[in-house]
DNA sequence: CAATAATAGTCCTAATTAGGACTATGTCAA
DNA sequence: TTGACATAGTCCTAATTAGGACTATTATTG
């Protein structure tokens, strides 16, 4: 059947695509939260906490665990360093890649930050039950895998 | 049990955060590839798509079902007002609310991408049986209602 | 080896984003 | 009625966002 402006409304996926964006929404926002008397943005906590007990991270990597893409994360990571919280390291391996890596400061903001984020996430997950949870995960799995 | 920095990423509710997260990802990023060869931002064919067959939707309307904040909401509908595609009415009746409808130019477009993106969307949530699909919105449903 | 292709990161632009301050308007209770 | 409070929308700011052009570097292939 002919999909038109007066009929398309009815297609059977709507419901779906809106409660994935009501979840996600509701999440990112709580999540967000939780930054308030922080001094970090969500996208440079999640740098914070990839970066966190690894010896450093390319760009690519960073990119690839976090989801942000390399146009933003070029300025997230400028931010970041002269907050001093990461340094770039040249790899004179092969001089395309740079590695960002923690400073002490970086070190000691993670250790705090990062449990702190957990366990305020942890209260509204708790909520879900451990059989909802894996079936959760299988079916957000297969949405992915659907849209590959 | 104390969450520190070195266990917190042991939490199992990581793994659901993280499939959320990326499905969101991957429908977005789908969805927005499909204004690629339209003169639509995703944020101004959400607001398109929302008061197609509608008399008119004020701010708070818009906001509530898009999930655009207001302050966003104000610079889209400008842009889009820019283009001719929407117009502000005011409401006598209640002179703080504005109500913002269609020109005859945006409900063009909604009769021509509305079906379009949305026969475009179908290709990849047709792979999603209808078993799987309530399944998940049921399960989408309970994330919002914990984040609540 | 030399030309071509691929990869990594930066820079640039327009738009979105949240949140809060601000103005205008309306509601409700004393 | 008037003062306190609530609501609607705009404006402002700093940061994020995607995508593409660009440079530098490395890999591939003829």
Redesign the interface.
């Known amino acids: 059947m002919t ?4 009929n ?2 009815k ?7 809106r ?9 990112a ?2 999540d967000a939260a939780g930054y308030q008397n922080s001094d970090l943005t969500v996208s440079q906590a999640d740098v914070l906490f990839t970066l ?2 690894t010896a450093g991270l390319t760009f690519t990597e960073i990119g690839d665990l976090t ?1 942000i893409t390399k146009g933003t994360l070029t300025g997230v990571v400028d931010r970041m360093s002269s907050k001093g919280l990461v340094k770039r390291l040249a790899i004179t391996s092969d001089r395309r890649y740079t590695k960002v890596v923690l400073t002490t400061k970086g070190n000691k903001l ?3 930050e ?2 702190r984020q ?2 305020y ?2 209260k ?5 039950d ?1 059989n ?2 894996q ?3 299988t ?10």
Chains 1, 2 share one sequence.
């Open positions: 999909i038109t402006a007066s398309a409304a297609q059977t996926f709507i419901p779906l695509a409660a994935l964006a009501r979840a996600y929404q509701a999440f926002s709580y966190g007990n989801l993670f250790a705090i990062f449990p957990i366990e996430l942890k509204r997950f708790d909520k879900i451990d909802t949870r079936q959760a995960i079916i957000l799995n297969k949405l992915v895998d659907s849209f590959d």
